[in-house]
């Protein structure tokens, strides 16, 4: 009974997941000091250096995602993040105000919550 009640669970947890998904192209937005510098569609791989004084940080796109490929900045959190592909997902690099967060555009994705 109890293993009943879990799979019907994760069937409902599985059937709201899928039915939410839409195919909206996810982007990256690239910002400094809160200003959009860059929208990047992550479908078109590419290098893209951003220079700020003698700062510097390299962002790749490759396989369907985004990383800080390279970075002048002391601590290389940013660096070490990976390769992020989900909406909602970001990278953070503080010593040089950037951020790079992936936003899905046209329909968004729902969650069973937000139905």
């Known amino acids: ?35 959009e510098l860059m929208r990047l569609p992550l479908s078109e791989p590419g290098e893209y250096r951003i220079s700020d004084g003698d700062s510097y940080n390299v962002i790749e796109i490759t396989e369907g995602g985004v990383r800080m490929k390279e970075a002048d900045c002391p601590d290389q959190i940013c660096v070490s993040r990976g390769l992020i592909r989900k909406s909602g997902q970001s990278i953070v690099c503080l010593p040089h105000r950037l951020v790079i967060r992936l936003e899905q555009l046209g329909d968004q994705e729902l969650d069973a919550v937000a139905e």
Do not use: H, P
Request: no cysteine; glycine share 2%.
């Open 1 to 35: 009974m109890i293993a009943a009640v879990i799979l019907a669970a994760a069937a409902a947890v599985f059937f709201f997941q899928v039915k939410n998904r839409t195919s909206g192209t996810v982007y990256a937005i690239v910002e400094q000091d809160s200003k």
